[in-house]
């Protein structure tokens, strides 16, 4: 298995552009969730899904937009970038509420 | 509000000493209960987890963990440290019903492990 895939890596962005991150688990997971990481703040929690078409807002949800058309993929959308978006961002999925998290590699995202 | 604190933005241990890296939470009900370990460049790797039980729990590369309702921590404990233990260190707390099974993080703890 894969796991948890996320693309890109690396993106450096200008401000004002717009961008989809992608995260894809293939172990038929229910629970995912997008969060970025900044230096002394810990995980911030952005996006997460329940399940296929079910989407609510985590802790900084402004300036991103997510989508849950199936099980497997949770695309992250930066609408409009900002140099405050300058983070490493971090998808992860779940089988249950009380299993573990797994997450992907991170894409470090630069915006000028 | 739920919340998550590790006191210490750094721990510092010689190998071979025992190593204690410190978590409280707050939280309404009972929690689950995580902690992750993330080396550079790389995301979060899961060490262990309380769901219920017994209050210490046993997990991955060595690592344990004590789970304290009445102190409402939940500290990272290992006998003997390893200089490959250095790395970035979290705690998290999932919450229960009707909040999408959340993961709520603290802010990290560095451990460095110095021959």
């Known amino acids: 298995n894969a796991g948890v895939t996320q693309t890109p890596k690396f993106q450096v962005l200008k401000t004002g552009q717009s961008m989809t991150l992608q995260c894809a688990q293939d172990m038929n997971h229910e629970y995912m969730s997008w969060y970025r990481q900044d230096p002394g703040m810990g995980l911030r929690l952005i996006h997460y899904s329940v399940g296929a078409g079910i989407t609510d807002q985590g802790e900084v949800p402004n300036g991103y937009n997510v989508s849950r058309s199936t099980t497997e993929d949770f695309p992250l959308r930066l609408l409009s970038a900002a140099p405050s978006q300058t983070s490493v961002y971090f998808c992860?999925?779940?089988?249950?509420?009380?299993?573990?998290?797994?997450f992907g590699q991170g894409t470090r995202l630069t915006v000028v | 509000a739920q919340s998550v604190a590790q006191p210490e933005d750094q721990v510092n241990v010689a190998e071979g000493n025992p190593l204690t890296v410190k978590c409280t939470y707050s939280v309404s009900g009972n929690p689950y209960l995580f902690w992750y370990v993330q080396y550079p460049n790389r995301g979060l790797q899961f060490l262990l987890k309380y769901i219920t039980g017994d209050n210490l729990v046993k997990g991955s590369y060595g690592f344990e963990a004590e789970f304290n309702k009445s102190q409402t921590s939940f500290h990272l404990k290992k006998p003997s440290a390893l200089v490959s233990d250095s790395a970035l260190y979290f705690c998290?707390?999932?919450?229960?019903?009707?909040?999408?099974?959340?993961?709520?993080f603290g802010q990290g703890t560095e451990l460095s492990v110095k021959p």
């Open positions: 998290a707390v999932r919450v229960r019903y009707n909040q999408g099974g959340k993961l709520i």
């Open positions: 992860a999925s779940s089988h249950r509420v009380n299993t573990e998290a797994f």
